[in-house]
């Protein structure tokens, strides 16, 4: 029997091993793709602190991934299914998706969260060199450039907004006729005379050579398709925090893992951390907080139960 | 006028730093000393996500220095002084100890806190090579060895307590006869064979070549001294945030920030982050995506003040 489980092996995951570990715990990491989390999506981070210089997504994670294995972390390869809590011994059965099970006195949630796709052509191959899901991450490596943003609800409008700092031009791609945003951030739209808002229209591809350099619409009433050139298209469609195998009373309506301030979820013993949770800026280093957070308080709970 | 006055210049200053120029603030940093905080005074950082080994302190904080730098922060040597909102225009000046003074439209505290010191030979010399204020941070490092852990608070109990899961020993010296922390922690202390309370005794000073590896102490009715041969000092006699200049109405007993949950102080528009504010771990991490949350949280604030 482990002293923690984590499941997740992102900067939250990660994070939570590293502290885990150095407070003299017994764990284990459960990761169903590779580790890393969507960070591995990601062509240059910037705003991770303590690299002066841009890092690539793939090398920051392997870094963290290198530092918690350095340690002693052991992930196996796994998809987690039902977590089963033995409320006499304080002790949680998660099941694997391989028909194993494996027995742990505490859990930290490190699942992370997955941006709505509109797969199209050139979405994913253009990921990371053009295409974005996170303004905050990406919009300062927009200076000057043609931008699109693709979405009409509070994010979209949020994102179309704080690019305008950086871009010379955002057009705000919309397939209805009217936003769903709040009335105030629709108010700013149209008074900010960087945005052109595209009503009425899909995007149908993107294309580009290294990096983007053109996006194809089509108007939904006309059937008309049009050439638009620019160098970033930023989209935000929705996003769906992983948490499908967790149980309902768990969860909040936006699927979010309910969480209190010390990060422990509804049942004692199991810890959300990143982008899974409530409240999340879905930033690395906050992911990576959390991880270290849910850690020692998952130290301090295994303390209690003696 | 800038957008953002950050005061303080170690993790959650420098993070804050570089949120709030990614996000297109025009910011300046105040910091009374030299960039990095108390992180500078940390021989070897092993939990801080992203680095495979461990990381000397001021390398660490060198990169973050260097990352706000190069995205286009400006740091200017000070210590601020009176904080006044200016509740017509919202706008808070700053006063620095040089008379001169600072205007700006959101302020975001990131002062940090000191670890109270002994203040007895060898302590400053060998901090980082065998004194430590920070169990969770360096108790890894000290698998197998003999530690002393000075104090006889929640901290010390505690701390001395993780410590048993890598030291061989762990001596607890402590100047009364009897320790403040909660009962359940003292039996716990009282149950752990690894622990050996030392009553009635300070610790005056300690030896070492390049790391630490001799304590003297002096019980305190008897006068006599005695060696104890040891491989670290663990030293938890309090600490205090850096909150001397705050106006009472913003700290809360313990003279730390009293932060909603957008690290937003009791007056609108200042924020606060990392280890001055209440509620902190002292982790770097931490005090890291306090310095994001808090700059992201300004930008909105500064937003919204339209």
């Known amino acids: 029997m482990k002293d923690l489980i984590i499941i997740g092996a992102g900067p939250a995951g990660l994070s939570a091993a590293i502290y885990g570990i150095r407070a003299g715990l017994d764990l284990l990491m459960i990761e169903r793709f590779s580790p890393g989390g969507q960070v591995m999506n990601t062509h240059e981070v910037e705003n991770y602190p303590g690299f002066v210089d841009p890092v690539k997504g793939w090398e920051l994670m392997s870094a963290m991934e290198n530092q ?16 089963i809590k033995d409320k006499e011994k304080n002790v949680f059965s998660i099941s694997l998706s391989n028909g194993k099970s494996l027995i742990a006195r505490s859990v930290i949630l490190a699942c992370g969260s997955a941006n709505q796709k509109l797969n199209i052509p050139g979405e994913q191959e253009f990921t990371g060199k053009g295409v974005s899901y996170c303004a905050t991450c990406d919009g ?20 179309a907004l704080f690019l305008t700092r950086f871009a010379s031009k955002v057009y705000l791609v919309h397939r209805r006729y009217e936003f769903r945003g709040e009335k105030i951030l629709q108010q700013r739209i149209l ?6 808002p595209i009503y ?10 290294e990096k983007v350099t053109k996006a194809i619409l ?67 280093v906050m992911a990576a907080a959390d991880g270290a957070t849910a850690a ?11």
Request: no cysteine.
């Open 68 to 83: 918690a294995r350095r340690l002693g972390a052991e992930i196996i390869n796994g998809e987690a299914g039902a977590i």
């Open 140 to 159: 300062a490596f927009f200076k000057d450039k043609v931008t699109a943003v693709i979405g009409g609800g509070n994010t979209a409008l949020e994102e």
């Open 191 to 196: 008074a900010n005379n960087k945005i052109e």
């Open 200 to 209: 009425d229209t899909i995007i149908t591809s993107i294309e580009g050579k």
């Open 218 to 284: 089509k108007n939904k009433s006309t059937n008309e398709k049009k050439d638009l050139l620019l160098d970033g298209v930023f989209i935000f469609v929705g996003y769906s925090p992983n948490t499908a195998f967790l149980p309902e009373e768990l969860l909040n309506t936006r699927k979010e893992v309910i969480i209190d301030k010390n990060l422990q979820t509804k049942i004692h013993g199991i810890f959300a951390a990143g982008d899974m949770r409530e409240n999340s800026k879905r930033q690395i």
């Open 296 to 306: 020692m308080n998952a130290y301090d709970y295994l303390q209690e139960m003696g």
